[in-house]
Antibody, heavy 126, light 106 residues
Framework: QVTVKESGPVLVKPTETLTLTCTVS??????????VSWIRQPPGKALEWLAH???????SYTPSLKNRLSISRDTSKSQVVLSLTNVDPVDTATYVC??????????????????WGQGTAVTVSS | DIQMTQSPSSLSASVGDRVTITCRAS??????LSWFQQNPGKAPKLLIY???TLQSGVPPRFSGSGSRTHFTLTIDGLQPDDFSTYYC?????????FGQGTRVEI
């Protein structure tokens, strides 16, 4: 069974760094075309893609947060870690990780985001 | 950056209705579009990817169509479990971009 699960702090103070961990099982972060994305959802608002990382270490960040985000993976622990620096109350949200993988051939493929965690609610407040 | 415009933001419907939700992309995204369903307090559930490919286990009353800049999600014969919020997602250019969501309510 493929699962992903988020972990991290519930409460973070403004200006601190938020560090979240996504632990995966049922697949390997080394598998070709496999990756993990981080998404967040402020209360009552829409989903926002934050970052992703693939098995070949290809990764990128949403432009509006590029200077504050960092993503890395530890294949031995089956974990993907996301850091967001200098947090502000507007960063209060549920943070979710999801498996993303390439379906199809190398020249004709689609990304599939099929397995999601339940999310972890983070509040930024002093 | 690729912008996704989803409409309507909400709609009212009844059990048995046919419902259509639209996403427009700028610029073109080919067929790199997915649809998700999200219930309150729950993680999104993948319904469709590649514009029209039904995810395994998703009822066939859900269908997706479109390409390039105009996409639709159709629910044919709305069921009680379908009253939910739906999001589109473009993955033509990563990082992806979600639409603003459509709430389907009674």
């Amino acid at each position: 069974q493929v699962t992903v699960k988020e972990s991290g702090p519930v409460l973070v103070k403004p200006t601190e760094t938020l560090t979240l961990t996504c632990t995966v099982s049922g697949f390997s972060l080394r598998d070709s075309g496999m990756g993990v994305s981080w998404i967040r959802q402020p209360p009552g608002k829409a989903l926002e893609w934050l970052a992703h990382i693939f098995s070949n270490d290809d990764h990128s960040y949403t432009p509006s947060l590029k200077n504050r985000l960092s993503i890395s993976r530890d294949t031995s622990k089956s974990q993907v870690v996301l850091s967001l620096t200098n947090v502000d109350p507007v960063d209060t949200a549920t943070y979710v990780c999801a498996r993303i993988w390439k379906s199809g051939s190398s020249w004709d493929f689609h990304y599939v985001m099929d397995v999601w965690g339940q999310g972890t609610a983070v509040t930024v407040s002093s | 950056d690729i912008q996704m415009t989803q409409s309507p933001s909400s709609l009212s419907a009844s059990v048995g209705d046919r419902v259509t939700i639209t996403c427009r992309a700028s610029p073109s995204i080919g067929s790199h579009l997915s649809w998700f369903q999200q219930n309150p307090g729950k993680a999104p559930k993948l319904l469709i990817y590649g514009g029209s490919t039904l995810q395994s286990g998703v009822p066939p009353r859900f269908s997706g169509s479109g390409s390039r800049t105009h996409f639709t999600l159709t629910i044919d014969g709305l069921q009680p479990d379908d009253f939910s919020t739906y999001y589109c997602l473009q993955t033509s250019s990563l990082p992806g971009t979600f639409g603003q969501g459509t709430r389907v309510e009674i």
